[in-house]
Protein backbone atom coordinates (compact mmCIF):
# COMPACT_ATOMS: atom_id res chain seq x y z
CA UNK A 1 0.00 0.00 0.00
CA UNK A 2 1.10 4.04 -0.97
CA UNK A 3 -0.67 6.58 0.64
CA UNK A 4 -3.56 4.34 1.50
CA UNK A 5 -3.52 2.51 -2.13
CA UNK A 6 -3.39 -0.98 -3.08
CA UNK A 7 -0.36 -1.60 -6.28
CA UNK A 8 1.10 -4.40 -7.97
CA UNK A 9 4.54 -3.95 -7.73
CA UNK A 10 6.86 -5.01 -10.61
CA UNK A 11 10.56 -5.13 -9.64
CA UNK A 12 13.53 -4.54 -12.63
CA UNK A 13 16.46 -6.53 -11.71
CA UNK A 14 19.63 -6.33 -14.10
CA UNK A 15 23.28 -8.20 -13.10
CA UNK A 16 21.29 -9.53 -10.21
CA UNK A 17 20.66 -6.11 -8.56
CA UNK A 18 17.17 -4.07 -7.83
CA UNK A 19 17.14 -1.49 -10.34
CA UNK A 20 13.74 0.12 -10.56
CA UNK A 21 10.41 -1.01 -9.33
CA UNK A 22 7.37 -0.47 -11.35
CA UNK A 23 3.95 -0.14 -9.09
CA UNK A 24 0.71 -0.40 -10.57
CA UNK A 25 -2.89 0.41 -8.72
CA UNK A 26 -4.95 -2.42 -8.35
CA UNK A 27 -8.90 -2.26 -8.63
CA UNK A 28 -11.02 -0.97 -7.60
CA UNK A 29 -9.02 2.00 -8.16
CA UNK A 30 -8.47 3.97 -11.60
CA UNK A 31 -5.67 2.76 -13.70
CA UNK A 32 -2.18 3.99 -12.53
CA UNK A 33 1.58 3.68 -12.33
CA UNK A 34 4.29 5.25 -10.23
CA UNK A 35 8.17 4.01 -10.10
CA UNK A 36 10.79 4.48 -7.66
CA UNK A 37 12.23 7.70 -7.11
CA UNK A 38 15.66 8.03 -8.60
CA UNK A 39 15.40 3.80 -10.54
CA UNK A 40 16.63 3.16 -14.12
CA UNK A 41 14.59 3.11 -16.80
CA UNK A 42 15.55 -0.61 -17.96
CA UNK A 43 14.54 -3.80 -20.04
CA UNK A 44 12.08 -5.87 -17.92
CA UNK A 45 13.61 -9.42 -17.28
CA UNK A 46 16.56 -8.13 -18.66
CA UNK A 47 18.88 -10.50 -17.85
CA UNK A 48 17.39 -13.47 -19.70
CA UNK A 49 19.03 -11.96 -22.25
CA UNK A 50 22.37 -13.60 -21.09
CA UNK A 51 21.01 -16.91 -21.78
CA UNK A 52 19.86 -16.37 -25.48
CA UNK A 53 21.17 -15.64 -28.74
CA UNK A 54 18.74 -17.04 -30.96
CA UNK A 55 15.04 -15.20 -30.31
CA UNK A 56 13.40 -12.61 -27.75
CA UNK A 57 9.70 -11.57 -27.61
CA UNK A 58 9.28 -7.66 -26.54
CA UNK A 59 6.01 -7.19 -24.51
CA UNK A 60 4.38 -3.69 -24.24
CA UNK A 61 4.22 -4.09 -20.41
CA UNK A 62 5.32 -6.17 -17.58
CA UNK A 63 2.12 -8.51 -17.06
CA UNK A 64 2.49 -9.44 -20.42
CA UNK A 65 5.56 -10.90 -19.60
CA UNK A 66 4.37 -12.10 -16.66
CA UNK A 67 1.38 -13.78 -18.83
CA UNK A 68 3.89 -15.14 -21.38
CA UNK A 69 6.46 -16.52 -18.58
CA UNK A 70 3.52 -18.29 -16.71
CA UNK A 71 2.59 -20.16 -20.07
CA UNK A 72 6.40 -21.44 -20.64
CA UNK A 73 7.94 -18.65 -23.03
CA UNK A 74 10.83 -17.70 -21.12
CA UNK A 75 12.96 -15.30 -23.71
CA UNK A 76 10.74 -12.63 -22.65
CA UNK A 77 11.32 -9.10 -22.21
CA UNK A 78 9.13 -6.28 -21.94
CA UNK A 79 9.64 -2.19 -22.03
CA UNK A 80 9.55 -0.15 -19.14
CA UNK A 81 8.71 3.27 -21.31
CA UNK A 82 5.44 2.81 -23.05
CA UNK A 83 5.52 1.44 -26.37
CA UNK A 84 7.04 4.26 -28.02
CA UNK A 85 9.87 4.73 -25.67
CA UNK A 86 13.33 3.65 -27.02
CA UNK A 87 16.92 3.75 -25.17
CA UNK A 88 20.23 3.24 -27.14
CA UNK A 89 21.46 0.96 -24.64
CA UNK A 90 18.71 -1.53 -25.10
CA UNK A 91 19.77 -1.58 -28.72
CA UNK A 92 23.21 -2.60 -27.78
CA UNK A 93 21.45 -5.46 -25.57
CA UNK A 94 19.29 -6.90 -28.61
CA UNK A 95 22.06 -6.96 -31.42
CA UNK A 96 23.33 -10.34 -30.83
CA UNK A 97 19.93 -11.79 -31.66
CA UNK A 98 18.99 -13.52 -34.90
CA UNK A 99 15.21 -12.88 -35.00
CA UNK A 100 12.78 -10.39 -32.44
CA UNK A 101 9.41 -11.08 -32.09
CA UNK A 102 6.85 -7.97 -30.95
CA UNK A 103 3.96 -8.65 -28.76
CA UNK A 104 3.13 -5.33 -28.13
CA UNK A 105 -0.96 -4.08 -27.49
CA UNK A 106 -3.00 -3.93 -30.39
CA UNK A 107 -4.11 -0.17 -30.18
CA UNK A 108 -2.46 2.47 -32.22
CA UNK A 109 0.34 3.40 -30.11
CA UNK A 110 0.83 -0.20 -30.07
CA UNK A 111 1.55 -0.61 -33.52
CA UNK A 112 3.09 2.31 -34.09
CA UNK A 113 5.57 1.65 -31.08
CA UNK A 114 6.33 -1.71 -32.67
CA UNK A 115 7.01 -0.45 -36.12
CA UNK A 116 9.37 2.32 -34.71
CA UNK A 117 11.44 0.25 -32.39
CA UNK A 118 11.61 -2.76 -35.61
CA UNK A 119 13.01 0.01 -37.43
CA UNK A 120 15.92 0.86 -34.79
CA UNK A 121 16.45 -2.68 -34.29
CA UNK A 122 16.49 -3.85 -38.01
CA UNK A 123 13.55 -4.54 -40.17
CA UNK A 124 15.22 -7.58 -41.58
CA UNK A 125 14.90 -9.76 -38.19
CA UNK A 126 11.70 -8.16 -36.40
CA UNK A 127 8.61 -10.11 -37.02
CA UNK A 128 5.10 -8.78 -35.77
CA UNK A 129 2.88 -10.72 -33.64
CA UNK A 130 -0.58 -9.90 -34.74
CA UNK A 131 -3.11 -10.77 -32.02
CA UNK A 132 -7.36 -12.05 -33.49
CA UNK A 133 -9.63 -9.09 -33.24
CA UNK A 134 -10.74 -8.66 -29.90
CA UNK A 135 -8.10 -9.04 -27.93
CA UNK A 136 -5.90 -6.30 -26.56
CA UNK A 137 -2.83 -7.51 -25.17
CA UNK A 138 -1.01 -10.56 -24.16
CA UNK A 139 -2.56 -10.36 -20.61
CA UNK A 140 -5.88 -10.48 -21.80
CA UNK A 141 -5.21 -13.15 -24.67
CA UNK A 142 -5.16 -15.64 -21.72
CA UNK A 143 -7.15 -14.87 -19.32
CA UNK A 144 -10.01 -15.26 -22.03
CA UNK A 145 -8.77 -18.60 -22.22
CA UNK A 146 -6.10 -18.62 -24.56
CA UNK A 147 -3.70 -21.79 -25.10
CA UNK A 148 0.17 -21.32 -25.39
CA UNK A 149 -0.44 -23.57 -28.19
CA UNK A 150 -2.74 -21.49 -29.54
CA UNK A 151 0.03 -18.62 -28.93
CA UNK A 152 2.86 -20.64 -30.26
CA UNK A 153 0.45 -20.47 -33.50
CA UNK A 154 0.42 -16.69 -33.72
CA UNK A 155 4.68 -16.80 -32.98
CA UNK A 156 4.67 -19.28 -35.92
CA UNK A 157 2.60 -17.22 -38.32
CA UNK A 158 4.25 -14.01 -37.24
CA UNK A 159 4.99 -12.08 -40.38
CA UNK A 160 8.26 -9.04 -41.03
CA UNK A 161 7.18 -5.20 -40.90
CA UNK A 162 6.11 -3.48 -43.72
CA UNK A 163 8.66 -0.80 -44.66
CA UNK A 164 7.64 2.80 -44.94
CA UNK A 165 8.27 4.81 -48.13
CA UNK A 166 11.23 2.11 -49.39
CA UNK A 167 10.33 0.43 -52.53
CA UNK A 168 12.29 -1.79 -54.59
CA UNK A 169 13.06 -1.26 -58.55
CA UNK A 170 10.37 -3.68 -59.10
CA UNK A 171 8.10 -1.44 -57.06
CA UNK A 172 9.39 1.62 -59.06
CA UNK A 173 8.75 0.02 -62.41
CA UNK A 174 5.27 -0.95 -61.62
CA UNK A 175 4.19 2.85 -60.31
CA UNK A 176 5.47 4.10 -63.35
CA UNK A 177 3.45 1.39 -65.25
CA UNK A 178 0.45 2.47 -63.00
CA UNK A 179 1.32 6.13 -63.61
CA UNK A 180 1.18 5.56 -67.69
CA UNK A 181 -2.47 4.80 -67.10
CA UNK A 182 -3.22 8.09 -65.08
CA UNK A 183 -3.82 12.02 -66.44
CA UNK A 184 -1.37 13.25 -63.13
CA UNK A 185 1.35 15.19 -64.33
CA UNK A 186 4.69 15.70 -61.79
CA UNK A 187 7.79 17.53 -61.97
CA UNK A 188 10.98 15.05 -62.58
CA UNK A 189 14.41 15.43 -62.50
CA UNK A 190 15.70 13.37 -65.58
CA UNK A 191 18.52 10.96 -65.16
CA UNK A 192 21.67 11.22 -67.40
CA UNK A 193 21.29 7.12 -68.36
CA UNK A 194 18.76 6.84 -71.12
CA UNK A 195 18.12 2.89 -69.95
CA UNK A 196 18.10 4.04 -66.31
CA UNK A 197 16.06 6.99 -66.91
CA UNK A 198 13.78 4.23 -69.08
CA UNK A 199 13.09 2.18 -66.17
CA UNK A 200 12.59 4.57 -63.65
CA UNK A 201 11.17 7.36 -65.44
CA UNK A 202 13.56 10.26 -63.54
CA UNK A 203 13.15 11.11 -60.00
CA UNK A 204 10.27 12.98 -58.26
CA UNK A 205 11.06 16.45 -56.55
CA UNK A 206 10.45 15.55 -53.04
CA UNK A 207 11.71 11.95 -52.63
CA UNK A 208 13.98 10.56 -51.05
CA UNK A 209 15.86 8.31 -53.17
CA UNK A 210 18.69 5.54 -51.81
CA UNK A 211 21.64 4.36 -53.31
CA UNK A 212 22.38 0.98 -51.61
CA UNK A 213 24.90 -1.46 -53.09
CA UNK A 214 28.50 -3.02 -51.31
CA UNK A 215 31.54 -1.02 -51.20
CA UNK A 216 33.38 0.58 -54.14
CA UNK A 217 31.13 -0.72 -56.51
CA UNK A 218 29.61 3.01 -57.81
CA UNK A 219 27.70 4.59 -55.38
CA UNK A 220 29.96 7.85 -55.00
CA UNK A 221 30.22 7.83 -58.66
CA UNK A 222 26.54 7.50 -59.42
CA UNK A 223 25.55 10.02 -56.86
CA UNK A 224 28.14 12.87 -58.66
CA UNK A 225 27.50 11.66 -62.18
CA UNK A 226 23.72 13.03 -61.17
CA UNK A 227 25.11 16.04 -59.44
CA UNK A 228 27.39 17.04 -62.64
CA UNK A 229 24.33 16.20 -64.98
CA UNK A 230 21.97 18.12 -62.74
CA UNK A 231 24.16 21.16 -62.28
CA UNK A 232 25.46 21.45 -66.17
Known amino acids: YIDGIKYLCFPYIAGGKLKNIKFRTMPPNPKGFRRLSGGESSLYNEDILQHINDYVIICEGESDVVALWSQGF ?12 IKSDWIDKLDKLQKIYFAF ?45 DFQQLLDNAQKFDVDYVKSI ?25 NVNKLLNGFVAGDLVVVAGKPGVGKSTFGFNLLYYWAK
Request: charged share 25%; hydrophobic share 30%.
Open 74 to 85: HNTIGVSVGAKG
Open 105 to 149: DSDDDGVVGARKFANRLGIERSYNIQLPPGYKDINEFFIKGKTPE
Open 170 to 194: GGLIQDTIRGSYTNTHETRLELPWA
